[in-house]
């Protein structure tokens, strides 16, 4: 039987990925899709005028102002018996952003936020990132400011440990939750996803 659209990707479709997403063309039909999902998008793709740095600059600030930003947890790989370090991210899609975490031992950790924009994708432990919500600038500065207020996890001794960086990405996602920026069951999502410390 004839596929009913010949224009649609096949497995067979080259992908190039770009940041968290894929894209393709088939017989000049533009597609994308997140990556690991399956349900392609068919789109048309902005053209950018290169004649001069100030255009390219000009189309650089008008693409950041209308594309979204989003909140991730972004996991990144430890040694095999370590469980993954959490971090919350904060970035317009396929752009560099601010990274929320605390790190250390988990006896006595610190909040270390980034100090400038980072593409946490391109680190070199990056394993993957879980995106939560569309948010607005006024909502970022929110995210801000609860990451900089939530106490970072502390144990007297390795023993009395209970809380590491899943743990403190989970509290302040609770309370971005009582301020109505993400959903209840995105904070499920994330305890679920917690591995013994």
Not at 59 to 76: G, H, R, W
Not at 130 to 138: I, M, R, T, W
């Amino acid at each position: 039987m004839a596929d009913p659209n010949p224009n649609y990707p096949t497995p067979s479709t080259p992908i190039q990925a770009i940041g968290l997403r894929e894209i393709c063309q088939v017989n000049n039909h533009h597609f994308r899709r997140l990556r690991g999902t399956d349900t392609w998008i068919e789109y048309t793709p902005q053209l950018t005028s290169t004649s001069t740095a100030q255009e390219s600059k000009s189309v650089q600030s008008e693409k950041e102002s209308v594309s979204p930003i989003y909140l991730s947890i972004s996991l990144e790989s430890q040694t095999p018996t370590e469980p993954n370090h959490w971090s919350l991210f904060l970035a317009r899609e396929n752009a560099p952003g601010k990274l929320y975490q605390v790190t250390g031992d988990a006896e006595s950790m610190a909040y270390e936020p980034s100090v400038q924009a980072v593409d946490i994708t391109r680190a070199e432990n990056f394993y993957t990132l879980y995106q939560l919500v569309e948010v607005s600038e006024e909502q970022a500065g929110i995210v801000r400011e609860i990451a900089e207020g939530e106490m970072p996890p502390k144990a007297e001794n390795r023993a009395a440990v209970r809380e590491n960086c899943q743990g403190w990405c989970v509290r302040v996602l609770g309370r971005l939750a009582g301020r109505g920026i993400v959903g209840r069951e995105k904070v499920e999502m994330a305890k679920g996803l917690m591995e013994p410390v």
